[in-house]
Every structure is written in structure tokens, then in C-alpha cells.
């Protein structure tokens, strides 16, 4: 199998070449700092002790503490972990957040738990990983198949180590346990925020434009939900389970209502629903989705989505990256000859980790924001750095990739440069 940070690193070939980097620099970003791999020890409720593997990497913490999300999923491994803590590491410097990168997984499938053995496990990785986390060394979050709840329990959980309160240590908790207002649906609103920059730009207009979302959990879901309003015509979604489409458009809340209802909640945690038990609509498989004729294509559900076999078949103008590497670099090559604009993961899906800031900044400073602040401030940071990467791109005539690597990259070996020693053996 294919490395995924290898694929990862190749991105940093073409960024090199636009910038003066030392070497120190070029050293630094092919090593993740920590990598931490711990034994889970979980009581399931039959009685039996279950040992599960968990993550974390601490890829730089050169600008700050390291941040990022923690992952639930059978597929997690070490070399997905790192890759997106890499990824975590470039998305914090585009947005000028000063934090390093880092990432968490456990490899499961949370939906074969129960309510109360989630929670175990989520405290034993806790426990695990205790002794390298802090609201000043590494501050975790939600990502694929976690959520507010679960990150209450961790927080809950290292409150009970330190014996001290420290929520910082946690974002994306729920709201009533030192969350931040407006968190849950930052990823969306962020991605929503870039395209339309972009939009602006070409001078296009939502309700001319038909879009399909591949993913249809918290980030998928509430883009599609916030883009409707705003009159886009969602024609598609996709989830884990399979697909629809309808040429008229489709109600994303409707659909996530329907998802919920007729269904069991199972573990009250996560919908075992599916978009595809909605009658009324066409069905079609998760693929076919992907390849649909459709103005802008949004892949917010896994990584390597669209790669070398599928590209050439993408009919999308737009693709709004709001999972974390759905592209691979092959697959950017291809969409790129095919004159397909890829709206880059780092700045895409940063309204996330960007609320994660501020939720982080409330508390440690004891005191809260109401909604339309965070909203108002997650607008204006995202759509300054969406700006700034648009205009970098046109200056270099480089994609959008391109662009947003070269914007965090420069700010990372900035801090770099100025740590080091290397300029006293050159002789500066
Ligand atoms: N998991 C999200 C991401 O990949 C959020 C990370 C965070 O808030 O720290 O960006």
C-alpha cells in the first residue's frame, strides 16, 4: 500500500521551488517531532478486556502548542495519523494560528460500541496520552466519528488526572462544559466562507450552481445545510452507505432529518441511518456521485477520494476540499491539465481549528463570546488568508495548493529560521 505522508511530502516538492528555504528547514518538515503509539485497555460489557491501539503525533510545534483532531475509524494508522498531523502543521500557519500540528486516532469501528464502552475507551486513550497533552504542549478536538460528547468525557477525564480544571487542554466540547459557541458548525461555515471569496472572484452566482457533497457528517452536513440557505442547489449527497441525487435539488436538513428519524440513534452517538433510505430520490453509489455533472463537487467525508483512476472523470469545475487530503497528488496533476480549480483542504476546512482557537483563547481567558462574535471573527480571518492565498496564486501563476502550502510554509520557516543556529554557521 501506497504511503500516505509519502504522497503528502511530494506536495512540499513543488512549494520548495517557489521559496529560499534553508535546509534546516527542508530537514525539519520530513520528520514528525512525537509519535506516540499506546495499548487501550477497555472493559467491554460482557465482561471482557478488549485491547485497542491509539495515535497521537506531534508533527511541529515550532509556532505554538501542537493542535488537532482525534480520529475514530477501522482504517486509522500511523501513516494516516502523521499525514494529517502534517496537514494540521501547514492548516494552523495559513490561518496564522499560533499553533504547531498533531493528530489522534484510535483504530475502531465506534459504531460496534455501546454508549458506555465508547466512553471507556475514550477515557483509556486519555489516560494513554496524558502524560504529552496540555493547553500549553498539545490540545486535542473532534474529528471523523468524534464529537462534542466524547471530547466532554476526555476533558472530563484529564480534569480527573491533573486534578485541576483545564479545558484548554480540549476543543470542540460541548457548550455547556466550556465549549465555544458557533464550533459545531465551523468546519461548514469556514468552507462556505472560501468558496464563496472564490465565487466573487469569477463573479458566479449561488443560485446559478449545482452542487453534490460526498460526506455528510458534521462538516459535510452543515456546509450543505448553510449552502442551501444561501440558495445553492444541492443536488446530491453521499455518505458512508451510498448516495443520492435529485436534478430538482434536495433539502440537506430535511435529509439529515429524515437520516435520524428512521432510524435508530444506536449508541445515541451516531445516525445508522442513511441518506439512501430516502425513497423519493434516485439512488446511485457513492462513485457515480463524485463524477456527476455538477458545478462544484464538495469531498468532505475521507482522504485519497479522488485519485489517478477517477480524476479524469471528474465534470466538476470546483472541488471544495473540506475532508483532509481527498485528493491525492496524482489526482491534482490530472484535475489540474482538466482546468478543475481544487479549493485546497489546509484553507478549506479550517473554520474548524480556527473556532478551535478561539474556544481555546475563551478559556483561557475565563470569558465567553456570544455567537455573532465568533462567526463574525471566524469570517474575517478566513476570508483575509482565502484572499491573500487567491492573489499569491495569481502572482505565480501556481494552483491554489500551491499557494496555500507556500503561505503556511513561509510562515513555518520564518519561525524556524529564527530559532535556530543555522545563519551563526554560514557565517551571517
Ligand atoms: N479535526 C479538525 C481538522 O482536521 C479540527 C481540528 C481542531 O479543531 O483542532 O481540522
Known sequence: ?????????????????????????????????????VSLPVRMDDGRLKIFTGYRVQFNDT????????????????????SLSFWMTIKCAVMNLPFGGAKGGICVNPKDLSRLELERLSRS????????????????????????TIMGWMADEYTQ??????????????????GSLGREYATGRGALHVLQQWLDRKKLQPQNLTVAVQGFGNAGYHF???????????????????????KKGLEPQKVMQHKQEHHDLGTMLYCDG????????????????????????????????????????????????IANGPVTSEADAILEKNGVVVLPDVLANA???????????????????????????????????????????????????????LQGVNRIAGAITQQGTREYFLNK
Request: charged share 25%; with cysteine; aromatic share 8%.
Open 161 to 178: 488526572i491533573k486534578r485541576q480544571q483545564l479545558p484548554g487542554v480540549i476543543t470542540g466540547k460541548p457548550v455547556h462544559l466550556n
Open 351 to 405: 473554520g474548524g481549528v480556527t473556532v478551535s482557537y478561539f474556544e481555546w483563547v475563551q478559556n483561557r481567558a475565563g470569558y465567553y463570546w456570544v455567537e455573532e462574535k465568533v462567526n463574525a471573527r471566524l469570517e474575517k480571518c478566513i476570508t483575509r488568508e482565502a484572499r491573500a492565498i487567491f492573489d499569491l496564486a495569481d502572482e505565480k501563476r501556481i494552483s491554489l495548493r500551491t499557494a496555500a502550502y
Open 125 to 148: 486513550y486519555i489516560r494513554g496520552i496524558a502524560d504529552i497533552i496540555g493547553p500549553k504542549r498539545d490540545i486535542l478536538a473532534p474529528d471523523v466519528y468524534t464529537n462534542a
Open 224 to 246: 450543505a445545510r448553510l449552502a442551501h440557505r444561501v440558495g445553492f442547489n444541492i443536488v446530491g449527497i453521499a455518505d458512508s452507505k451510498g448516495a443520492i441525487y435529485s
Open 63 to 82: 509556532r505554538g502548542p501542537t493542535k488537532g483532531g482525534i480520529r475514530y475509524h477501522p482504517d486509522v494508522s500511523l501513516d494516516e495519523i502523521t
Open 274 to 321: 442513511s441518506v439512501c433510505d430516502l425513497q423519493h430520490y434516485q439512488k446511485i453509489s457513492s462513485q457515480e456521485l463524485l463524477e456527476l455533472d455538477v458545478d462544484i463537487l464538495v469531498v468532505a467525508a475521507l482522504e485519497n477520494q479522488i485519485d489517478k483512476d477517477n480524476a479524469g472523470n471528474i465534470m466538476a469545475q470546483i472541488v471544495l476540499e
Open 1 to 37: 500500500m501506497n504511503s500516505i505522508f509519502a504522497d503528502a511530502q511530494k506536495r512540499l516538492v513543488d512549494v520548495f521551488k517557489y521559496t529560499e528555504l534553508t535546509d534546516d528547514v527542508e530537514e525539519t518538515f520530513k520528520h514528525p517531532k512525537l509519535s506516540l503509539c
